[in-house]
């Protein structure tokens, strides 16, 4: 039985993770939520109608660390810069959600599905790393095209949901689409959660923007896939793209491998790995989108990939659509499942 605090608890990533812990993914023995001033004392286990031994909500200064086991960290990279090895040092295993720590050397970059020897031993620095919610999926859907032919360059361009700028971001996208259905002609101004105005739009920059012209977004989706894959030189190139969508990141991904495939041979592959589902192109339709992969909890729960085919010029290069969860996939859950995996190997609880 754990004993476990989750950070930013009132947030969208926060929620999820509560109301997956409340589901049994884990054993809790007792959860903290954390939060900001305005929250303590606030309620969660009734408000979300969770069945968990919770406390009422606290703020981190208020959160006594010699009573952990873990704490999930979703309340930004800020935060956790700043509070997160504070925790650490008191001996409490920290699986943290933002950017804060994902390509120190010493700090594990970890989906479960793809390279669980990450958590072979507990890490010396105390932190497990949950990476970018669009790395999750995308090196999900890649692995088993690495093991089956070897993974030579990715190109991918993401359409992420008004949910990766978390319950804000919900409230803009849904508000926003109010006033233009009312006035079509009311354009929005810039700034908000997403720099721009989303509904009804596309906005093709997510993070600020590096001398090269890489997006902070963009830049992640290069630099993580080559760790958790353990692919120091694979090249990556990426286009990140907020989409008036409110929940599920979609991903186009065109990759080239080292052998010759097939297209129904990438296709039994990716059926055969769990946790995926392949959408064949006798399926109908033959390919996932948002609101049916959101529509179901157990199709929150995987990653699905489509419009799966391998270039008639070219049987080295190969296509997918892929489509997940991103605050459950993308984050809740992976980092559930990295405390899952933790246990199972005997070094947590």
Not at 154 to 169: C, D, E, K, L
Not at 226 to 246: C, M, N, W
Request: net charge negative; hydrophobic share 45%; proline share 7%.
């Amino acid at each position: 039985m754990l004993r476990i605090a989750v950070v930013g608890a009132t947030g969208a990533v926060g929620r999820e993770c509560l109301a997956l812990l409340d589901g049994g993914i884990v054993p809790v023995e007792q959860l903290t939520p954390v939060g900001s001033a305005r929250s303590v004392g606030r309620d969660l286990a009734a408000e979300l109608a969770l069945s968990l031994p919770m406390t009422d909500v606290v703020t981190l200064d208020d959160l006594d660390p010699r009573g952990l086991d873990v704490a999930i960290f979703s309340a930004g990279a800020e935060v956790s810069a700043r509070e997160a090895e504070r925790l650490t040092s008191a001996g409490v295993l920290v699986v943290d959600n933002s950017s804060a720590f994902r390509m120190r050397p010493d700090v594990p970059l970890v989906v479960p599905q793809v390279n669980p020897g990450a958590l072979d031993d507990r890490p010396v620095s105390g932190l497990v790393a949950n990476p970018n919610c669009s790395t999750i999926q995308l090196v999900r859907a890649l692995h088993p095209l690495h093991e089956l032919a070897g993974l030579e360059s990715v190109v991918v361009a993401t359409y992420q949901a008004a949910s990766g700028g978390g319950v804000r971001g919900l409230r803009e996208l849904a508000e926003g689409s109010r006033t233009i259905l009312d006035e079509p002609r009311a354009q929005g101004a810039p700034g908000g959660r997403f720099g721009q105005p989303l509904p009804f739009n596309l906005v093709p920059e997510i993070g600020l923007r590096d001398d090269t012209g890489l997006t902070h977004e963009e830049r992640k989706l290069v630099r993580e896939p080559r760790k958790i894959l353990g692919l120091p030189e694979l090249r990556v190139s990426a286009t990140a793209v907020r989409v008036p969508v409110f929940d599920c990141h979609s991903e186009a991904v065109h990759l080239r491998l080292r052998e010759p495939v097939s297209t129904a041979s990438v296709e039994e592959i990716l059926a055969a790995t769990p946790g995926l589902r392949a959408y064949r192109r006798s399926d109908n339709p033959s390919y996932p989108m948002p609101r049916t992969v959101f529509a179901r909890p157990e199709d929150r729960a995987l990653v699905h990939v489509g419009r799966i085919r391998v270039e008639p010029e070219d049987d080295r290069a190969v296509a997918l659509w892929v489509v997940a969860d991103n605050l459950w996939v993308g984050a809740a859950l992976n980092a559930l499942q990295i405390v899952e995996l933790a246990t199972k190997n005997g070094w947590l609880g």
